[in-house]
């Protein structure tokens, strides 16, 4: 059981590229999320999705789109990349957002803009 | 902004040593959660409180949740070098879903 799987887990940017960070699941999980993570400020949502088809933002949308075509794939766009984006992305998923659930998380994509 | 607030950002220790983080929110949480991210990895799920007053321990860790589900804690006793790590606490997100929003964290620092 892979769980929650992230691609790549290193990526160098420059400033203005754009790119896709790739996360998949296979726990039939209905909830997904994205957060970034930099040093002193925790896990900072970016955006959210509760099933197929529907997403919602969290607290710091701006610079980052998101699908959710399946319930298995929740891909994180960057549309314009820029060196404050610097950062580790978490993609994380739980059975249901309506009921207390734990959270799994994958690997990380550690994200490099020059 | 977070609605958790964790204490303290970082804390060293001797091996030995006893360890405390606390979380605080200012509005009633329905349940909390604590993850613990290795350096290097990612967050994992460690145990959730739901009730008020709850108290569950994992062998060397203890988990509180306040009273009026408003504070929580986590206690590690006689920590080890393999309790290093970061420890995070997760409350629902205001307006009543679960959707976690994470504390800023507490970094441990085990001295041999």
């Known amino acids: 059981n892979a769980g929650v799987t992230q691609t790549p887990k290193f990526q160098v940017l420059k400033t203005g590229q754009s790119m896709t960070l790739q996360c998949a699941q296979d726990m039939n999980h209905e909830y997904m999320s994205w957060y970034r993570q930099d040093p002193g400020m925790g896990l900072r949502l970016i955006h959210y999705?509760?099933?197929?088809?529907?997403?919602d933002q969290g607290e710091v949308p701006n610079g980052y789109n998101v699908s959710r075509s399946t319930t298995e794939d929740f891909p994180l766009r960057l549309l314009s990349a820029a060196p404050s984006q610097t950062s580790v992305y978490f993609c994380a998923s739980s059975y249901s957002h309506r009921a207390n659930q734990p959270q799994h998380f994958g690997d990380g994509t550690r994200l490099s803009i020059l | 902004g977070q609605q958790v607030m964790q204490i303290p950002q970082y804390q060293h220790v001797q091996e030995g040593e006893d360890f405390t983080t606390y979380c605080n929110s200012s509005t009633t949480l329905s349940n909390i959660q604590w993850y613990k991210q290795r350096p290097g990895g990612h967050p994992v799920f460690l145990i959730q409180l739901v009730k008020s007053g709850e108290v569950k321990k994992q062998k060397r860790l203890t988990f509180q949740f306040g009273e009026a589900k408003k504070n929580s804690s986590l206690h590690i006793t006689a920590t080890q070098t393999t309790d290093v790590g970061t420890y995070f606490c997760?409350?629902?997100?205001?307006?009543?879903?679960?959707?976690?929003?994470f504390g800023r964290g507490t970094s441990l620092i085990v001295h041999p």
């Open positions: 997760a409350g629902p997100t205001s307006g009543g879903s679960y959707i976690p929003t």
């Open positions: 999705s509760v099933g197929a088809g529907i997403t």
